[in-house]
Structure formats: structure tokens, C-alpha cells
């Protein structure tokens, strides 16, 4: 084929003075990850992405070992955020792995780490494929796929999903109950999460339960509607039931896929814990947390845990926190080594810059006379043997090159004429997409108000709201930064009637729940960030729906703040993106900062966006902007199915004999369950909490939150394994003793002598847990009670020698303390090895346990 001839070069330049393709990319965001990317460079950093993926298989094939984790590390810059994005691009259209990305900047209090990472999950598990199907739905059809004799596809249960839902009501069935009932899920799983996970199906409740699995609370009727409780925390703590939810959603995802979870931004941010703890070791203990019980847990493809940061934050991690096992947790599968980015080397710059500009070339229909034009080669390798860039500095020398010599056009003399210029090149370009990117668009609005700083502005806006003599002073950064994480882009500072204010301005055009509920939680924290109002810039059409808790804190910013929500439309904001764009390509149209801003104040004074911004607001919400409750109001504008067409429009009929086979026997003894529950009142929430006290891993009934939304099907549930609950909880559930340090205690005679021993292994309760000291034995003892036992696990502090204390939640107490993960409580470590195994004896049957219970394996 022949090769095309290169384009005019008149063409070629006019289309690169119009538009600086590298301009505002060299900054990758958090939400970068989830987008579909940037041009990539496959073999630039190809050893690490690589790495991710060899884990990823051993993993899967590694029938002993099914967690394992790794560390990037690498600078400000150097692509992190990049590589990220790579790996998930790679999976997105996978069934078999799930990826969670934890940016920690969003966990906000360092003590509410577990429950910021439930939230986390719930929201990666929300993101989308290029089907627009969400990893959500993609579990949820693995799930039914597995009582279905021919399988379906993801889209076509997400587009049947509702119709059948509602089609099956009308013959008396419940598709959720019938499917709760057939699916094999294991005892240690909550029936209501897995409920919940199979309403992410439907278009109409998804974000309900979405909102359930996240923590938060749901109505009343809402929840009866779905057949959950109102909360997925029940009556406990968040923060401390928060990381067993976690292990149960992931034992669900582990049956069917594996997992990768990401940590990035960990060594960022001002925030420590209560206990004096930086993001960087509180992440470290959450990691550890996560594969110790991970580890122990069924599942059988497999898990990853990736862990980004800077080399000092690694090495500081290592030294630090080398007790108890956290650091050896961090990097198990290239044996405690990180895995380095590296800088851009010359092959690997060429290769970058020439994939952005053939995406400008192409999206012209133009050919350049060199594929990397208007750079060459030379020039590309020279850079980078003098200064060894990051990515980000080589993005941001390429926004300052990517020109033509401006000698080689003669420009007007007057600056006026040389913008007009400017923008009539402008007006070629498609903004359309720009108002997708609410950095850039924040950018473009802090422009606009920088020209008008100074200026006296009054009058009414098109909406009616009004100006009376507004200056404009200054508009600066949002501090602190570490709070507010790039989400209100600016403040500005000025007067009204002589009277100052501070403004913030937040455009938000993300279209996630969690994602806006993020922005609108700082947007309304006033007394953080200085500010005395605040503006929401959204799109109209990009709603906020009534059950978000963004939209309570919208009602909470226009109706008490005296905020408000400012429509973004690109037609009252397109002159001020271009002339945007000139001031970021002054050089090449020899242009200084005070003509460009001249020139635009006489043009944006009168600009409805901007003075929209600075109106006193109405103190009203537009309704069209909200998306009704439609839970229970779509239900009657779903399409009809034909008389014919009953819920084999989901399963055939072969399928239908997979999952109704016997089920409406069963279903006929949930209702009548059900009636006789009403009748006797024979499960009271009183008696559900009984079965919900007993140890974590015995039958489902275990799992099941007492609330009083609880629906019937449900309680049937229950009550069909009342009797087995019961019989489990008098085998099982834990008595503690009136006096601990008198449990049942081996201050008998040790069966074997550990002097001088090195322990590889221990037994508890059949699961086998490998440490390679005597003080982990000690320390991963501890931590399994806490784990099973949270509500009790401080009777340990009752435990007492003759003289001294063995826990405290005061380390000066002790002689060598260990701090046990995810509690306040300190044990001591300064003992033998006998001593040891006496005292892990004498832990576990505090709890109930016997002494057999636990069983140490040595190297002889």
C-alpha cells in the first residue's frame, strides 16, 4: 500500500497553532484510572504492569496461596496513575477479574479507614465497562449464570432484569427469592448482601442497593421495597463491622473472579489518626489486615493487593513497621523487593509523543511530513539524555515546544487582531467534549474571573437573580489542599455592597454518586475552607437523583448556606474556553498576559455564567435538575410482556427448571412461614439478634442484621434455620467466663518443650496459618480473636500474671509491646517461647475455646 503524501504544510501548521494537544495533560488524576485512557506507550514500564499480571496468575493456579501483593515505586510524576489506568484497561472487559482502586486522599479520617475502604469498594465495583455494564452487574450475572442452563450476557439480564422482576410478582413469585434460594453460597456470606448485589440488576433499584452496600442508610420504604435492613452495619459500629463486610463481598466476587486491589496517592495528605498514625502506616495496617484474612478465606481465584508510593515512604514503611508482620505483608511476591518505575528513556519519548500527535493528525484527516512533527528526533533524544524527565515533565516540555517558529508567519501588529486570529482558528475545534472535564472547565472559569478582577458589577442576571455592586478582588486556591484535593477549583474573594465574601466555586460534572457525594461534602464545609457561600457548577442535565446523599447536602447548600447550582451550558461558556485556549498559547501568536485579559474583560463582563456565579442565589433548586424517586413509580411504565411471553423472556424453559424446580414448594413454605411469624411473633427482633450472636462462621442466620424493615421473605429465611442456628449456637457461641484470668489456663504441663524451636506453622480450628517467629504466633493469635470476637475481644485486658499486666491500651505498661490491628489494645512480647504458647492457650479459651483448639507445628 502506498504511503499517503504529507499534507499542505500551511494546513499542518495552521492545526498546530490552533490547538496544543499536550497542553493540561501532563497531571493525571484519580479519575484518570477509570476514564479510557491516554496514548500508552505498552513497553514503557511494560516490567511492572507485566509483573501484575504474572501475580495475577499464580495466583489463580496457587491452590495454598491465594492472596499476594506488590509495591510500585516511583516519584511525583513518573506515571503511577499511567500504569494504573493501563492494568485496569486491560481487565475492563474481563469477566474473571474485579479491580478495586483506593485513592487515598478520599479517606478523610485516617480512624474511619475501614469504612472510607467499604465505601471504596462499593464505588469501584459501581464503574462501568465499554458496555456501560458495572462490575456490580458483571457478579451479579456470574452469580445467575450459575442456575441457568443456557447463560446470558450482562446486558441482556441488566435490559430483562426489571420486566421479569415485575412480571414474576404477578404470578406470586419473587425472582430475588428464588434465585437467594437456589444460588451456593457459602454459610460465612450474608443472604442480605448477596440480595443486594443481585439488585444491582435492576436499572430502577441499582443505586439503592448500591447506597446499601456502601454503608449508607436506606428509607424505611426503600428498604422494605428491596427486603433489606435499613443499614448494612445493623447496630454496630461502622468503622468495626466495615472490614467484615469487605471479606464477605470479596468471598462472594472470589467465587467467581479474582481481584485486584489497587493503593495509590498513599504518602499524600496532612492527616494523622487519633494514634498519631500518617496515611502511609495506616494503609500499611489495612493491607496486612486484608491479606491475613483474605488469606484464610475461600476464595479461589485469587487475590492481588498493589500498593503505590514513593521510595522513602517504602523504605521508612520497612523500617518502621517490621514488627508484627505489616511491612513482610506489603511485598510478598517479588519477596519484599519493589518493583520501580522508571524514568522515560529516548525510544520510549519518541514512542509517546508520537502517539498523541498522530491522534491529532488523524482527527484532522492530515499528514504530517515526520510522524512526530513538529518535533524531530534529535531534539526528542537530546532532551531527554540531558534531563532524565518523569512523564509529567515530558508532557509539560512538550506542551511548551509543541510549536512552529513564529518567524515563519507574519502576525497582524495589533494584539487585538493577532486573538482575533487566534480564535477564528478556534472555531474549527469540537468543545463539545471539554465540558466532560471539570478540572479544565474550572480552569477556564478561573480565567474568566481573573479578567473582570476590579470590576464593578451590577444588574440582573437571565435567571432573575441580582448583582449590587460586586467587585471581584482576587481568586486563589483553596486551602487546605490536603482536605480539599482539587475538588473546589477556586475561591474568590471580593465585596457585595461593600460587605466581603469568599466564593467558593466547584464544577462537578462527574456523574457517579459517591463521586459527587465527594465534591458536595467539601463544597458545604464552610468553616475548613474559609468560605462564606458556595456555587455547585453542573450541567442541567446531569441530574442529581432525590435518593443521593449529594442531594441532601444540595438542600443543605442552597436552603441554609445560601448557596446555589449554576447550569453549565458550552453555550455560555464556549467564547471563554477559546479565549481560554489563546492565553495558553501566547507565545505563539506574541501575545502578553495583560492584552489577552484586556481584551477579554470587555468581552465576559456581561457573561450569564459568570454573573450567574456572583449572584445572590434565590435560594431555590430547579426541579428539573433532580431525577425523581422512580423505586416505586416506574413500575407501571415498564413495557408489557405478551401474554406468551412469561419469565422465559430471562430463562427458557430449561432454565426455568433449574431454578423453579421445587421452588414453589418452597416459596409456599416462606409464605405460610411468613403467616405463622405474624401470628406468634416467633421471631422477634430480639430472637433474630440471638441467632446473629452466635461465632461468624456457622450458618447464614448468622449474618442477618436485626432491623425491623426486615421483609418476610426474608424472615422465613430465618425461620426455616432456626433450628440449625440454634443447635449451632449452643455448640458454638462463646460464654465468657466471670473472671478470664481464671479461664481454663495451660498452666499444666506443657505436652512438648519449644526451647531453642523455630516455629513454621500453626493450627487453629483446622485452618493453617504459616509464621516464621514465636512472636507472630503471638501477635496473629490476637489478631484472629479480634477478628472473630470484636465485640468481646477486650476481655483480654483481664488477663494477668501474678504481678504483671499481659494486655494494656497504655505501651508504657509493658515491657515490649505490640499494638494487636484494628483495636487500642497493646500485648505484651517479651517472652519465651514456652511462655508463649502457655499464653496463646490461655487466650483462646478465654473465648471459649479448648486448649486442643490450637495445635504449633516446628521445623525438627
Known amino acids: 500500500m502506498a504511503k499517503p503524501s504529507p499534507s499542505p504544510l500551511e494546513q499542518i501548521n495552521s492545526a498546530i497553532k490552533s490547538q496544543n494537544i499536550f497542553k493540561n495533560i501532563g497531571v493525571f488524576r484519580s479519575d484518570n484510572v477509570w476514564g479510557q485512557g491516554y496514548p500508552d506507550v505498552a513497553s514503557f514500564n511494560a516490567h511492572a504492569s507485566d509483573a501484575v499480571f504474572q501475580a495475577?496468575?499464580?495466583?489463580?493456579?496457587?491452590?495454598?496461596?491465594?492472596?499476594?501483593?506488590?509495591?510500585?515505586?516511583?516519584?511525583?510524576?513518573?506515571?503511577?496513575?499511567?500504569?494504573?489506568?493501563?492494568?485496569?484497561?486491560?481487565?475492563?472487559?474481563?469477566?474473571?477479574?474485579?479491580?478495586?482502586?483506593?485513592?487515598?486522599?478520599?479517606?478523610?479520617?485516617?480512624?474511619?479507614?475501614?469504612?472510607?475502604?467499604?465505601?471504596?469498594?462499593?464505588?469501584?465495583?459501581?464503574?462501568?465497562?465499554?458496555?456501560?455494564?458495572?462490575?456490580?452487574?458483571?457478579?451479579?450475572?456470574?452469580m445467575v449464570n450459575t442456575v441457568l442452563a443456557n447463560t446470558k450476557s450482562p446486558k441482556n439480564l441488566v435490559n430483562e432484569f426489571d420486566r421479569v422482576y415485575q412480571k414474576g410478582l404477578q404470578k406470586g413469585n419473587n425472582l430475588i427469592d428464588l434465585l437467594i434460594q437456589k444460588l451456593n453460597i457459602p454459610n460465612s456470606i450474608s443472604p442480605y448482601i448477596v440480595r443486594a448485589v443481585l439488585w444491582t440488576l435492576s436499572i430502577r433499584a441499582s443505586s439503592y442497593a448500591e447506597k446499601w452496600l456502601a454503608g449508607e442508610i436506606l428509607e424505611a420504604s426503600h428498604a422494605k421495597y428491596l427486603g433489606l435492613p435499613s443499614s448494612i452495619h445493623g447496630n454496630q459500629d461502622q468503622e468495626s463491622s466495615a472490614?467484615?463486610?469487605?471479606?464477605?463481598?470479596?468471598?462472594?466476587?472470589?467465587q467467581h473472579s479474582s481481584i485486584i486491589i489497587c493503593f495509590d496517592e498513599i504518602d499524600t495528605g496532612e492527616n494523622y489518626s487519633d494514634e498519631g498514625l500518617r496515611a502511609p502506616q495506616v494503609v500499611a495496617i489495612l493491607v496486612k489486615s486484608l491479606y491475613d484474612t483474605l488469606e484464610q478465606s475461600s476464595l479461589s481465584k485469587g487475590v492481588i493487593i498493589l500498593?503505590?508510593?514513593?521510595?522513602?515512604?517504602y523504605r521508612d514503611l520497612f523500617n518502621a513497621m517490621s514488627d508484627g508482620g505489616i511491612s513482610d505483608r506489603l511485598c510478598t511476591f517479588t519477596q519484599k523487593k519493589p518493583i520501580e518505575l522508571n524514568f522515560l528513556d529516548p525510544k520510549s519519548m519518541i514512542e509517546l509523543v508520537k502517539l498523541y500527535v498522530n491522534h491529532f493528525y488523524e482527527k484532522r484527516q492530515l499528514v504530517p511530513p515526520e510522524p512526530i512533527y513538529p518535533f524531530t528526533t534529535d531534539q526528542l533524544k537530546n532532551y531527554v539524555k540531558v534531563n532524565r524527565p518523569t512523564m509529567r515533565e515530558a508532557l509539560n516540555w512538550c506542551a511548551e515546544n509543541f510549536k512552529i517558529d513564529v518567524q515563519e508567519e507574519l502576525l497582524p501588529e495589533s494584539p487585538g487582531e493577532r486573538i482575533e486570529l487566534a480564535l477564528s482558528r478556534e472555531s474549527e475545534i469540537d468543545l463539545t467534549e471539554t465540558l466532560e472535564d471539570s478540572q479544565f472547565i474550572g480552569s477556564v472559569l478561573r480565567f474568566g474571573f481573573t479578567a473582570i478582577i476590579g470590576q464593578s458589577l451590577s444588574g440582573e442576571t437571565p435567571t432573575g437573580d441580582r448583582l449590587n455592586n460586586v467587585i471581584v478582588q482576587?481568586?486563589?486556591?483553596?486551602?487546605?489542599?490536603?482536605?480539599?484535593?482539587?475538588?473546589?477549583?477556586?475561591?474568590?474573594?471580593?465585596?457585595?455592597?461593600?460587605k466581603s465574601f469568599n466564593l467558593g466555586v466547584m464544577v462537578l460534572q462527574h456523574t457517579h454518586g459517591l463521586s459527587v457525594c465527594a465534591g458536595m461534602n467539601r463544597l458545604v464545609d464552610y468553616a475548613t475552607f474559609d468560605l462564606t457561600r458556595a456555587c455547585l457548577v453542573r450541567s442541567k442535565s446531569r441530574k442529581i437523583k432525590r435518593h443521593w446523599d449529594s442531594y441532601k447536602l444540595l438542600r443543605k447548600l442552597v436552603k441554609k448556606q445560601g448557596g446555589e447550582w449554576v447550569d453549565l451550558n458550552l453555550e455560555n461558556i464556549e467564547l471563554l474556553v477559546k479565549l481560554y485556549i489563546v492565553s495558553e498559547q501566547k507565545d505563539t501568536y506574541n501575545l502578553a498576559d495583560d492584552q489577552i485579559l484586556s481584551y477579554t474583560q470587555e468581552r465576559v463582563l456581561a457573561n450569564p455564567l459568570l454573573l450567574e456565579i456572583l449572584s445572590s442565589p434565590s435560594g431555590g433548586i430547579d426541579e428539573s435538575m433532580i431525577e425523581v424517586d422512580d423505586l416505586f413509580n416506574g413500575a407501571d411504565s415498564l413495557p408489557e410482556v405478551d401474554e406468551a411471553e412469561q419469565i422465559e423472556s430471562l430463562f427458557n424453559d430449561n432454565d426455568l427448571a433449574n431454578v423453579e424446580n421445587h421452588s414453589d414448594h418452597e416459596l409456599e413454605v416462606m409464605i405460610t412461614a411468613v403467616d405463622e411469624t405474624e401470628e406468634n411473633d416467633d421471631i422477634s427482633g430480639e430472637t433474630i439478634t440471638e441467632l446473629v450472636d452466635v461465632t461468624t462462621d456457622t450458618t447464614e442466620a448468622e449474618q442477618l442484621t436485626t432491623d425491623a424493615s426486615a421483609t418476610a421473605s426474608m424472615k422465613a429465611l430465618l425461620s426455616s434455620q432456626k433450628k440449625v442456628a440454634k443447635k449451632s449456637s449452643r455448640s458454638k457461641a462463646i460464654k465468657p467466663q466471670d473472671d478470664p484470668s481464671s479461664a481454663p489456663s495451660p498452666q499444666t504441663k506443657l505436652t512438648k518443650d519449644y526451647t531453642g524451636k523455630n516455629i513454621r506453622a500453626f493450627l487453629f480450628n483446622g485452618n493453617e496459618?504459616?509464621?516464621?517467629?514465636?512472636?507472630?504466633?503471638?501477635?496473629?493469635?490476637?489478631?484472629?480473636?479480634?477478628?472473630?470476637?470484636?465485640?468481646?475481644?477486650?476481655?483480654?485486658?483481664?488477663?494477668?500474671?501474678?504481678?504483671?499486666?499481659?494486655?494494656?491500651?497504655?505501651?508504657?505498661?509493658?515491657?515490649?509491646?505490640?499494638?494487636?490491628?484494628?483495636?487500642?489494645?497493646?500485648?505484651?512480647?517479651s517472652l519465651s517461647a514456652n511462655q508463649i504458647v502457655k499464653f496463646v492457650h490461655r487466650i483462646i479459651t478465654v473465648f471459649g475455646y479448648s486448649e486442643d483448639s490450637l495445635d504449633i507445628k516446628t521445623h525438627e
Not at 472490614?243 to 472470589?254: C, M, P, R
Request: glycine share 4%; charged share 20%.
Open 56 to 142: 495475577l496468575e499464580q495466583v489463580r493456579q496457587d491452590h495454598t496461596h491465594k492472596v499476594t501483593s506488590l509495591v510500585f515505586t516511583a516519584t511525583q510524576g513518573q506515571g503511577k496513575t499511567h500504569l494504573i489506568n493501563r492494568i485496569r484497561r486491560r481487565l475492563i472487559n474481563e469477566n474473571n477479574t474485579v479491580f478495586i482502586y483506593a485513592h487515598v486522599l478520599n479517606f478523610t479520617d485516617l480512624d474511619q479507614v475501614n469504612f472510607h475502604f467499604q465505601q471504596t469498594v462499593v464505588d469501584s465495583l459501581s464503574r462501568s465497562n465499554l458496555e456501560e455494564i458495572t462490575q456490580w452487574q458483571t457478579l451479579a450475572s456470574l
Open 243 to 254: 472490614l467484615n463486610i469487605v471479606k464477605q463481598i470479596f468471598n462472594l466476587i472470589g
Open 307 to 313: 500498593t503505590v508510593m514513593m521510595p522513602d515512604t
Open 474 to 498: 482576587d481568586v486563589v486556591d483553596v486551602f487546605p489542599k490536603s482536605k480539599n484535593n482539587d475538588w473546589i477549583n477556586f475561591k474568590i474573594v471580593g465585596t457585595e455592597q461593600n
Open 769 to 829: 496459618y504459616e509464621v516464621t517467629t514465636w512472636r507472630e504466633l503471638l501477635i496473629m493469635t490476637c489478631t484472629l480473636m479480634k477478628l472473630h470476637h470484636n465485640k468481646e475481644f477486650a476481655q483480654v485486658l483481664e488477663i494477668r500474671g501474678r504481678k504483671n499486666a499481659y494486655f494494656s491500651k497504655n505501651p508504657e505498661d509493658l515491657k515490649s509491646s505490640e499494638k494487636i490491628s484494628g483495636s487500642g489494645i497493646y500485648v505484651e512480647t
